[in-house]
């Protein structure tokens, strides 16, 4: 028998004794899943400290407050008149966004995008009226008036803009839910009217944003002769796999050498570092979507690993990273960084960051008539954002006047 049937068993048998009646059993049912549904919305740790005080903290205002008590139930009680308080007895704007703050917090949402949420917040609404009103008085009209203010405030770039309507959406769903107000009324607002209104910076040329011929060259030439630019080694190797693979700069210090399978010729791309705000420290988790791929490894990928490895060995720096130097693994901080340093001269077009690598790898597969899909799959993104964001036209002239004359030619056949 099931604990579930033995505990339906039971109560049957005192309900017919009379011991206690059905009401009280619903209304003690009713209480605890009432306690717990507070207690789900604490996301913050509640632990037994050396002093003997049970011990937790919630947010008030942007800020953490610690909480304690003597006994465990005193300190949940605690706990669930901080939550009743914020659900119960303000409704404004401001505490309706810090409750749906909450619930992502409770969804599992990376620190960085809690940060993320509040810094926006901080941004887009703190100091303006909306912030103090109760979110049942907030239509279409209060909501479109404060974005037209915002807009005309501040510089917010349309990608931005989306991002945080995103969040004020979740804000009123939430309160939908929470049967705080009937209707969203961002189901009225129009977004794609206010992009007008958005700032719109100086779209980067091609140039700029990707790697030419002659800077791949010069590139390869002073990675390969560190020394004589007084570069960070390692992080010239780091640079080197970039070129061969189009990898993250987090994927480039997240890789492993268990990562490396020579015998099947193929490494698999599944670490990446991550910097986390809130505690100010980095740490190896998944890729930026959270899978894995495979990536072929080719004659100058193997090149590359064998003399990364003879160069650890030397010095004896091999550890589990590909990527080691004396003070341990190498950061995306210092692989950019490096990557900033080198081409920061006259020699380059421009200076480029490591995501320029990236851009370039990508419209190199693409110009030479790789799929869309084979080289989103490649570099672990979707079809969408290659099309959008990682595809330039990077052929040389000299090249597309070779093709030209070859149609015509053709063509005249």
Not at 48 to 65: F, H, I, M, P, S
Not at 66 to 94: C, M, P, R, W
Not at 298 to 315: A, G, H, P, S
Not at 323 to 341: C, P, V
Request: hydrophobic content about 30%; glycine content about 4%; charged content about 30%.
């Amino acid at each position: 028998m099931t604990d579930n049937l033995i505990t339906n068993e039971l109560l049957k048998i005192l309900t017919q004794n009379g011991t206690i009646s059905v009401d009280t059993i619903t209304a003690q049912l009713k209480k605890m899943e009432s306690r717990q549904k507070y207690l789900d919305m604490h996301s913050h740790d509640i632990w037994l400290a050396n002093d003997g005080y049970w011990k937790t903290k919630v947010e008030e205002d942007g800020k953490k407050r610690l909480i304690k008590k003597k006994q465990k139930s005193d300190l949940e009680d605690a706990v669930i008149e901080h939550y009743k308080g914020l659900s119960l007895n303000d409704k404004t704007f401001k505490t309706r966004y810090n409750i749906w703050i909450e619930r992502q917090r409770i969804c599992g949402r990376s620190g960085n995008s809690i940060m993320k949420y509040k810094s926006d917040y901080k941004r887009f609404f703190e100091g303006y009226p909306i912030e103090n009103i109760n979110i049942e008085d907030i239509n279409e009209e209060i909501l479109s008036s404060h974005i037209l203010q915002v807009l005309q405030d501040k510089q917010i770039r349309w990608r931005a803009f989306k991002d945080i309507m995103g969040y004020v959406n979740g804000v009123f769903e939430k309160s939908v839910k929470d049967r705080v107000i009937k209707e969203n009324p961002c189901y009225f607002l129009d977004l794609p009217i206010y992009k007008r209104y958005c700032y719109m910076p100086p779209v980067k040329t091609t140039k700029e944003r990707t790697l030419s011929e002659d800077d791949t060259h010069t590139l390869l030439n002073r990675l390969h002769n560190p020394r004589s630019k007084n570069i960070n080694v390692m992080s010239c190797f780091a640079i080197e796999m970039a070129l061969n693979t189009g990898m993250r700069v987090g994927e480039l210090a997240g890789l492993m050498w268990e990562d490396i399978i020579l015998d099947e010729g193929v490494m698999i791309i599944r670490h990446s570092e991550k910097y986390d705000h809130e505690t100010k420290r980095s740490y190896i988790t998944t890729t930026k979507t959270g899978r894995e791929r495979v990536f072929p490894i080719t004659d100058e990928i193997k090149d590359l690993l064998e003399r990364i490895k003879e160069y650890e060995t030397d010095r004896g720096w091999v550890s589990e990273y590909v990527f080691t130097e004396s003070e341990g693994r190498l950061t995306k901080a210092k692989i950019s960084h490096t990557m900033a340093n080198v081409t920061m001269s006259k020699d380059f077009t421009c200076q480029k960051s490591i995501h320029a690598i990236r851009r370039t790898f990508n419209s190199k597969l693409k110009c030479n008539g790789v799929s869309t899909t084979m080289a989103s799959s490649l570099l672990g993104h979707s079809e969408r954002i290659n099309e959008q964001n990682y595809t330039y036209d990077v052929a040389e002239l000299t090249e597309k006047k070779k093709l030209i004359e070859q149609i015509v030619t053709a063509s005249n056949g």
